[in-house]
């Protein structure tokens, strides 16, 4: 099965950055694309950046301009920076991958905004 190590969120104040990274493990046969979702408690997870094989990017409105996704094949890993950290960015941050006939999910790492 695939898996993840899931790095790089912590405590920030508004207006700084994180970079999150998820190294990934297993096969990546049939891949489809890859992932950032995030969930705060009482919400549902939401997508906040996604990539495709292809390369084409989606992110939430509320992100646009402030995150970035991306991919090291290489080290297989995948990248969100996020600039310009809002509170309402505070939430646990899951690191996704899809392929044609599976979804996996990383364990999660907290973000949390504040001054």
């Known amino acids: 099965q695939v898996q993840f190590v899931e790095s790089g969120g912590g405590l920030v104040q508004p207006g700084g950055s994180l970079r999150l990274s998820c190294v990934v493990s297993?096969?990546?046969?049939?891949?489809?694309?890859v992932g950032w979702y995030r969930q705060a408690p009482g919400k549902q997870r939401e997508l906040v950046a996604g990539?495709?094989?292809?390369?084409?990017?989606n992110y939430a409105d509320s992100v646009k301009g402030r995150f970035t996704i991306s991919r090291d094949n290489a080290k297989s890993t995948i990248y969100l920076q996020m600039n310009s950290l809002e509170s309402e960015d505070t939430a646990v941050y899951y690191c996704?991958?899809?392929?044609?006939?599976?979804?996996?999910w990383g364990q999660g790492t907290q973000v949390t905004v504040s001054s």
């Open positions: 297993g096969s990546l046969l049939r891949l489809i694309a």
């Open positions: 996704n991958l899809k392929r044609t006939t599976n979804v996996y």
């Open positions: 990539i495709t094989i292809g390369g084409t990017t």
